[in-house]
């Protein structure tokens, strides 16, 4: 069946340094969402990317979209301690595919 | 406008009980989705409700069964409680023809 593979598992940075999530399906996808945990919470819709090749920013966040639809990226530039949690990628293969298939996600950790 | 609601917040059951969770969606959206989440994992897709029939369905046992009700609001049911099926429950609403899901806070459901 269809899997999402994610790196790292985690991630601990200096407030102010880069993070870079990579997450990489199985299958072609209709479309891919990211979503944030943080701890004790539950997964919050960030973004979703549903072109070839696209590029989505939102503030200090990066989304990507690989050119085959099978890869994506999330870089957060400058991070600050309100950015810590676990950031998920969400693949959907589309057509009569409802189903969300995640990944085990990057916990980022960030020391101020 | 609330969000995405779940009731309880917290359950402890014994193994081989039964078990009921229930979510009403955000306001305005009709499809409701359940996922398992396990200490550490990503959320496991677990089926799909849209005009109160199983639209998709993860690779869940029969154990899990849902049912939606005409205010799109949805149960989950658990019959004999393995140890394994302590998780993290997710409710997830969205709008027909629309992908992005919004989650609930959660049930946390321990079997004993």
């Known amino acids: 069946g269809q899997q999402v593979m994610q790196i790292p598992q985690y991630q601990h940075v200096q407030e102010g340094e880069d993070f870079t999530t990579y997450c990489n399906s199985s299958?072609?996808?209709?479309?891919i969402q990211w979503y944030k945990q943080r701890p004790g919470g539950h997964p919050v819709f960030l973004i979703q990317l549903v072109k070839s090749g696209e590029v989505k920013k939102q503030k200090r966040l990066t989304f990507q979209f690989g050119e085959a639809k099978k890869n994506s990226s999330l870089h957060i530039t400058a991070t600050q301690t309100t950015d810590v949690g676990t950031y998920f990628c969400a693949g959907q293969r589309g057509g009569s595919n409802y189903k969300l298939t995640f990944g085990k996600g990057t916990l980022l950790t960030v020391n101020p | 406008d609330a969000g995405v609601t779940q009731s309880p917040t917290h359950l402890i059951k014994t193994r081989g009980q039964q078990v009921t969770l229930r979510c009403s969606p955000k306001s305005g959206h009709d499809t409701v989705s359940w996922y398992q989440q396990a200490l550490g994992q990503g959320p496991q897709f677990i089926f799909q409700y849209y005009e109160e029939e199983e639209r998709q369905r993860g690779n869940f046992p029969d154990r899990f069964s849902g049912h939606q009700f005409p205010n799109y609001s949805s149960e989950l049911n658990v019959n004999a409680l393995l140890l394994g099926d302590s998780a993290l429950y997710l409710c997830?609403?969205?709008?027909?023809?629309?992908?992005?899901?919004?989650f609930g806070q959660g049930t946390r459901l321990t079997v004993v």
């Open positions: 997830a609403s969205s709008l027909r023809g629309r992908t992005e899901a919004f």
């Open positions: 299958t072609t996808l209709s479309n």
